[in-house]
């Protein structure tokens, strides 16, 4: 029963530090415990005989190196869980700042107007649109009020003259009823001088 139990543990050992070197590149303790037990057991005919107590010994250290070994692998696999939940949520929050970032430069690239959103190179082409007819509208009214004012003044002329006219006129026409009536009053006075 010992010699299987011996066996077993040392191809176990074997088997240990064999896998362990592979996933843990550090120094073995337990490899070294087995190569100690080995040089400092005594031989019988073709067997080696170890002692109880330096077995056991091995064991409970080969059982607490494994139980290390499953530790570090849990928290292995446990910060390698956190660090994929972490690449996800940073993943995620990057997609949304990325779909911030092109929402608030669609904003700044448009412009609200009357309720509808432009973007800026057609708000532009419209405020200038809206200038341009307000300048040739300015133009026009100001041709308009030209035309007019020349048109108004030319009437106030004519009105001037016409004023002038009917004045001169008024005078004549005085000057020739104040001449007829002088030569009525005349033709009286002949016409009572005879009759008298």
Known sequence: MNKLLITLLFFSGFTLTA??????????????????????????????????????????????????????????????????????????????????????????????????????????AMMWGIVAILILALLFFIYKFKNSNVVTKEARKRLDDTERDFDDYKKKALEKEQRLGRLLQDEKNKQNRMNS
């Open 19 to 124: 896998n362990a070197q592979d996933s843990i590149p550090a120094k073995n303790p337990i490899q070294d415990k087995f190569q100690e037990l080995i040089e400092s057991s005594n031989n019988y005919q073709e067997y080696k005989v170890v002692d109880y107590d330096e077995l056991t010994n091995l064991r409970d250290n080969t059982n607490a190196y494994i139980q290390e070994l499953k530790d570090q692998i849990t928290v292995g696999k446990n910060t390698a869980s956190q660090q994929e939940e972490e690449i996800k949520n940073l993943e995620a929050e990057l997609k949304t700042t990325q779909q911030n970032l092109q929402k608030v430069t669609e904003e700044k690239d448009n412009i609200v107007f009357l309720g509808l959103p432009l973007t800026k190179g057609t708000y532009m």
